[in-house]
């Protein structure tokens, strides 16, 4: 479930239980910190150059690679998944008592930082910044409120644009891989979807924009088709999305350069038959 980037020892969840695989000496040394989450189906940890965070029972402990003591560095029994991490902080989604995503500290000092109290869909960082969307839900499953927010480390809040949503990253085809902040490729772009249309209780339509993570530049690569809800991710300039048509309950395949404005073009366009990319998703 995770690994010692300094040394390649993994980190191994055994009935529940999390061990330590020693891939020198061959050695599996039993830690006996449970690593089952709270609702028991999401076994969660991630991993720096310094330690090994694990969600146990609905908190998040810390354990040092150097086998000192682990300590709780959230105990609010309500931690369901760490999400993404940064540099400096854990992204942690909490699900149990009330659904939201909260930001530790790594090191278990300071104020855990609110992010927001509502459902979080596509959560992605960079070394120092995390980019979420916030989606609140009505009666019958209706979307009353979709936000594309960013937060970055030394905020108290993050800023968040109403009627917009992320759908998607792409990765860099080049770069300095990070293993001390966990951040194993460089993002090169995200795309956004902005001034989304709710009036049919989900989100279709608007403006699909290329964002650079580093300074927040767009490009516009053009307009989202009416009753359409799009997503994707890949690597480099050149990607395929996912398109989902509500009205008529199919997928068509979309492609766009992210380089190039208005180069977003529906391959499929069909209406009889669904059709969609296949690729790695995360939350």
């Known amino acids: 479930i995770a690994s010692d980037p300094t040394n390649g020892n993994q980190y191994i969840c055994v009935d529940g239980i999390l061990h ?27 991993s720096d150059d310094q330690a090994v965070y ?4 609905g908190n998040v402990l810390r354990l040092p690679h150097d086998g000192t003591s682990w300590q709780t560095i959230y105990g609010g029994g309500d931690a369901s998944e760490i999400f993404v991490h940064t540099r400096n902080y854990l992204i942690v989604y909490t699900s149990y008592t009330s659904p939201g995503l909260k930001a530790v500290k790594k090191d278990g000092s300071g104020t855990v930082i609110t992010l927001s109290t509502s459902s979080v869909h596509l959560t992605v960082a960079t070394s120092d910044k995390v980019f979420f969307t916030e989606v609140t839900i009505g009666g019958g499953g209706v979307v009353t409120s979709i ?14 644009s109403d009627n917009s949503y992320w759908a998607g990253a792409s990765l860099a085809t080049s770069g300095t891989v990070n293993t001390s902040g966990g951040i194993l490729i460089p993002i090169y772009r995200l795309l956004r979807v902005d001034g989304v249309d709710l009036t049919n209780g989900y989100p279709s339509g608007g403006t699909l924009r290329a964002v650079n993570p580093s300074d927040g530049s767009t490009t516009d690569l053009g307009t989202v088709p009416n009753d ?22 199919q997928n068509d395949v979309f492609y766009v350069n992210l380089s190039s404005p208005n180069s977003l073009q529906n391959l499929t366009n069909t209406t009889n038959s669904s059709e969609y990319p296949i690729f790695l998703e995360r939350r």
């Open 54 to 57: 694990v969600v146990s029972g």
């Open 147 to 160: 936000k594309a927010c960013e937060w970055s480390e030394g905020s108290l809040s993050p800023t968040c």
């Open 20 to 46: 330590l695989f020693d891939r020198r000496n061959l050695n599996l040394n039993r830690i006996g910190v449970s690593c089952g989450s709270s609702g028991g189906s999401n076994d969660q940890a991630v």
């Open 228 to 249: 359409f809800f799009v997503f994707g991710s890949g690597v480099g300039d050149h990607l395929l999305l996912r398109g989902i048509d509500h009205v008529n309950n």
